[in-house]
């Protein structure tokens, strides 16, 4: 039961890192890489992606979730969908690579975290590039948010591991 509460919160920070947004066109920049990202650091990866696939879903339904409280199935096919679809992916590889012993120094982490990231922005930017080209997706989708990732992965490092000592919690 501490689990799944633990997945639906995480949902419920995804929603609310949405809206913390810095409005840009045609991709607004966000906290929800954090949020996604942290998710799987604590949960886990399978955790992790549970949480996205529960935060999309209600976003697909409807709910006014996603940034500017904008939801519904269009946003799946517009110029962000990339970005939608690569964050469950980028929780369950953060998750399941977060338990290595490789990635437990606060440095390799920080590494491990960048490289979600850059996941998320190459499938996002990839998106994109169908609709506008590639190099206004890059310059419009990609390079602009590279220092936010790098700061986020500080932060989720960081949050991941007070968040593991305060609840004796470790990815599954």
Do not use: N
């Not at 949902?11 to 409005?23: E, I, N, S, T, W």
């Not at 490289?115 to 190099?135: D, V």
């Not at 206004?136 to 968040?163: D, E, I």
Request: charged fraction near 5%; charge should be positive.
């Amino acid at each position: 039961m501490r689990r799944l509460i633990a997945v639906v919160g995480f949902a419920g920070l995804m929603a609310l890192c949405a809206q913390v947004a810095v409005p840009m066109v045609p991709v607004p920049m966000t906290l929800q890489t954090f949020a996604v990202l942290l998710a799987g650091a604590v949960l886990g990866g399978s955790g992790g992606m549970a949480a996205v696939l529960i935060y999309l879903a209600l976003a697909a339904l409807g709910l006014p979730l996603l940034s500017d409280g904008a939801g519904g199935w269009q946003r799946f096919a517009g110029p962000t969908a990339g970005y939608l679809v690569a964050f469950p992916v980028a929780a369950f590889v953060a998750g399941t690579l977060a338990r290595r012993p490789t990635f437990a120094p606060p440095a390799a982490g920080v590494v491990l975290m960048v490289g979600a990231h850059l996941l998320i922005l190459g499938l996002g930017a990839g998106w994109l590039a169908t609709r506008i080209g590639a190099p206004a997706a890059m310059a419009a989708g990609f390079t602009p948010f590279l220092a936010g990732a790098v700061v986020k992965s500080v932060a989720v490092v960081a949050c991941a591991a007070a968040l593991r000592r305060a609840q004796r919690v470790r990815p599954v």
